[in-house]
Nanobody, 121 residues
């Protein structure tokens, strides 16, 4: 069973940068479309970025485009979400998700437990 583990959440000041990581011990993430999602209180979880090696494609939600970057380290088998120029509205629980046979963006079958990012002064 694929288990995704997010790490790197924390408290960040507005305008700051932060990087989240997603790993899956024992599974080759290159074979999966990987997505990053964000959940804020009283709102639906939204997809903010995804990466498909198969389709050589990356997607960014309009709210993060130009500020966030998804990347992969194939050797370490880690998927990163680099977040720059963070805003208070970026606060939320960030989830990593994966699926082999899906689009980017697309439906995901495997989810991590999430890591919390708080952007405040």
């Amino acid at each position: 069973q694929l288990q995704l583990v997010e790490s790197g959440g924390g408290l960040v000041q507005p305008g700051g940068s932060h990087t989240l990581s997603c790993t899956a011990p024992g599974f080759n993430l290159r074979l999966y479309v990987i997505g990053w999602f964000r959940q804020v209180p009283e709102k639906e979880r939204e997809g903010i970025s995804c990466s498909s090696i198969k389709d050589d494609f990356e997607y960014y939600n309009a709210s993060v485009k130009g500020r966030f970057t998804i990347s992969r380290d194939p050797v370490l088998n880690i998927v990163y979400l680099q977040m720059n120029n963070l805003r208070p509205e970026d606060t939320g629980i960030y989830y990593c998700a994966a699926e082999k046979r899906t689009g980017c963006p697309g439906a995901m079958a495997h989810w991590g437990k999430g890591t919390t990012v708080s952007v405040e002064s």
